[in-house]
């Protein structure tokens, strides 16, 4: 088994709101992969003492340790699970309840002899490989279904179009979320390696074209994950217009890749 890992944060002066891990239980059967990307509100949500990293690094280790300890619940009960551990970790001096309560967006992927399971919740990137090369990609396009318009809305920034009909949904507080989750499984012999991406790492294609899901998981196989981040950060660096393109957006983000040759 091949596995590969990088989680650079967008830039020095800021800390990394991703949480990437990769768990190969003790029983060598199996294994886990898990990326989180923390969702930066516009400010502190009010009621709440904790961070988006501090959240990330609670949700993250959950849904790492169950992915592994409980085989009897699917994905999106793991992620359920997750939730609730995570939220009854501060519901006690925290407000649970605002929009911008800490959360982040997931990819996960956990495989055995028989299956692959995967999930997907926001825009995070899942991607899997098959024997003949091809990638299918999975992804929840609920946020990037949304006018520009709204994205740049008072209802992106005061949270109301979070973990709502109409609108995205994130890992939050709320463990009935995860049915929301893009989740499923395919049989193991069908998938050859995976891979999951944050947002800030997906730019490669999703933002500055420069290849299909197919071309990155290529990049990935063959030169790396830091390849495809550091090429990422040279068209953030030299793109004069980013800003324009990425619609306001955060000229650098977070980037993290997970790949898993199985």
């Known amino acids: 088994m091949r596995t590969e890992l990088i989680s650079e944060p967008a830039g020095p002066d800021r800390p990394n709101e991703d949480f990437t891990a990769l768990a190969l239980p003790a029983s060598g059967r199996g294994g886990a992969l898990a990326v989180l990307d923390g969702v930066t509100p516009s400010a502190v949500a009010p009621g709440c003492a904790h961070s988006v990293p501090w959240y990330c690094a609670r949700l993250g280790g959950a849904l790492t340790e169950l992915s592994v300890s409980r085989r009897d619940l699917t994905l999106p009960g793991v992620l359920s699970a997750a939730i609730s551990r995570t939220a009854e970790a501060h519901a006690a001096t925290c407000d649970l309840s605002h929009p911008r309560t800490p959360q982040a967006t997931v990819a996960a992927a956990r495989w055995d002899e028989a299956v692959v399971e995967y999930l997907v919740l926001c825009d995070a990137v899942l991607l899997l490989e098959a024997p003949d090369g091809t990638v299918t990609p999975v992804l929840d396009d609920r ?94 660096r030299g793109d004069a217009e980013a800003r324009v393109r990425l619609g306001g957006a955060k000229t650098h983000d977070d980037a993290t890749v997970v790949f898993v040759e199985l």
């Open 143 to 236: 946020l990037a279904r949304l006018p520009r318009a709204a994205l740049r809305s008072a209802a992106v920034v005061d949270g109301t179009l979070r973990n709502k009909e109409g609108g995205f949904f994130t890992a939050a507080a709320d463990p009935a979320v995860a049915r929301r989750a893009v989740s499923g499984t395919v049989p193991r012999g069908s998938v050859r390696a995976v891979a999951a991406l944050s947002d800030g790492a997906a730019r490669w294609t999703e933002t500055f074209g420069e290849g299909d899901w197919a071309e990155l998981f290529a990049v990935l196989r063959g030169r790396g994950a830091a390849a495809l981040v550091e090429r990422v950060r040279e068209l953030e």
